[in-house]
């Protein structure tokens, strides 16, 4: 859980960094259709929940540095009995200030009246703009409101992009934030570990995603992304999510699923051999996985560059292919020409936080970044052979092999947050055959 205390202390930050003169205003996610009345289940903007634990819709948070009577300012829905009998239980601004530990909270249908002389005397305004039509419009409303009905008074004339400062922040994870994610990552492990159940010759894909979100739900947990459970070469489509197919036996199985906790996120994928034993081929090229996998954990750790996970895999992938004659000529010229993107083109890993592919600058002053205590990363390479690739006898067409887990960097040493799900290869051969 994280504490009202360190919502405060992240407001706080933030003001510090946009200072004095500044004013920082950020919505709530709104609530999307799915279509006719039915909504997607609610998910709170990261942002917006970074900043206030705030879980409802129709809600704006404005930061207002050295405000007398208090900094923290709050827009939310009123109570209102006949629309909570349809929809649940609304906070209301009277609970929502002593919950959520702001100064003030106002009903957000008085916005229009209340915030632009809040932003009045401020020369920077800091938001987001571009990602919500509506937002965009308001904060437009706002500025024309301010400037007619204002006689000479210091109205923002900057607008900065918020994502510079809060994006900063919210890379580095404080000891509550990792235990989250340390408990996103345990149920993540389970729910793969439940789906090897399912995972039987003959079953659809759509069974073992059963099992994987059965697991999730049970824990309270929802997916932080749609599953991918991909069976035989559709384990070549990287982001397949379909899930329609059928286990034959022999095939490999790549479940790349993760489960996420008061909004923070987590990302595994392992390969199964579906009933039990790797073929010669998928033992070594899963080998090959295994080893890039290895030696690119092994790179994150506190002053590394961000980069150094991928090159140590690159290598690997490169030489491993070269080995298996995959790739014509040798690992050196591979790597050079980049003939192996062919088979691995995506990327070793990515930020993950309350995102899945969570916020922050990959790069400093052009520079790769240093990893420094506190940054969470993926490390996820992985081999696709598409099954029409001609270019490699056909015992090797159509397998996909891809091993991700979640690596926390630590002063002390990092910490691999998803190392409950095994992956050396007889390991997971026993859990196949169980
Ligand atoms: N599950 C999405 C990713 O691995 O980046
Ligand atoms: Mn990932
Ligand atoms: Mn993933």
Redesign the pocket.
């Known amino acids: 859980m994280i504490a009202p205390s360190e919502f405060a202390r992240r407001r706080a930050e933030l003001m510090r960094m946009a200072g004095e003169d500044a004013a920082l205003v950020v919505a709530a996610a709104p609530q999307r259709m799915r279509n006719a009345d039915a909504a997607w289940p609610y998910r709170q903007d990261s942002d917006f929940h970074y900043l206030t634990g705030f879980p409802e819709p129709d809600a704006v948070l404005a930061l207002l540095p050295g405000r007398a009577s208090g900094e923290a300012v709050l827009f939310c829905r009123e109570r209102d009995a006949a629309r909570e009998r349809l929809e649940g239980a609304r906070i209301g601004p009277e609970n929502a200030a002593t919950q959520f530990g702001v100064a003030d909270a106002f009903p957000v249908e008085d916005i229009d009246d209340i915030l632009p002389g809040m932003l009045e005397g401020r020369t920077r305004l800091y938001c987001h703009f571009g990602r919500e039509n509506e937002f965009d419009a308001q904060l437009l409303r706002w500025m024309r409101r301010l400037r007619s009905s204002r006689g000479g008074g210091v109205v923002p004339r900057e607008f900065v992009a918020l994502g510079h400062l809060l994006h900063e922040l919210r890379l580095y994870k404080s000891s509550a934030e990792i235990a989250l994610m340390r408990r996103a990552a345990k149920i993540a492990a389970d729910a793969q570990r439940e789906a090897l159940r399912a995972a039987r010759p003959g079953a659809a894909e759509y069974e073992v995603e059963a099992a994987l979100l059965h697991t999730m739900r049970a824990h309270g947990a929802v997916p932080s992304?749609p599953p991918t459970v991909a069976a035989g070469p559709n384990a070549c489509v990287m982001h397949y999510t379909r899930n329609r197919g059928k286990l034959g036996r022999g095939d490999l199985l790549l479940i790349?699923a993760?489960a996420e906790v008061e909004c923070y996120a987590s990302?595994i994928?392992r390969t199964w051999p579906v009933g039990g034993t790797f073929s010669r081929e998928q033992r070594a090229l899963y080998g090959v996985v295994a080893d890039a996998q290895q030696a690119a954990i092994e790179e994150v750790r506190a002053g590394s560059p961000f980069t150094a996970a991928h090159d140590a895999a690159t290598r690997m992938i490169a030489h491993g292919l070269c080995a298996l004659k995959l790739l014509p000529g040798s690992a050196r010229a591979a790597l050079k020409s980049g003939d192996y993107k062919r088979f691995f083109p995506h990327k070793t890993g990515?930020w993950i936080g309350l995102d899945?592919?969570d916020v922050g600058d990959y790069r400093v002053d052009d520079e790769p970044r240093m990893l420094e205590p506190g940054m969470v990363v993926?490390v996820?390479p992985g081999i696709y052979i598409a099954p029409d690739d001609a270019t490699v006898p056909p015992k090797w067409r159509g397998l996909g092999i891809r091993i991700?887990d979640d690596v926390a960097v630590g002063a002390r040493g990092s910490e691999v947050l998803t190392a409950a799900l095994p992956k050396a290869i007889e390991d997971v051969q026993a859990l196949c055959s169980g």
Do not use: A
């Open positions: 992304y790349d993760g990302d994928t990515h899945v592919h993926t996820e991700e």
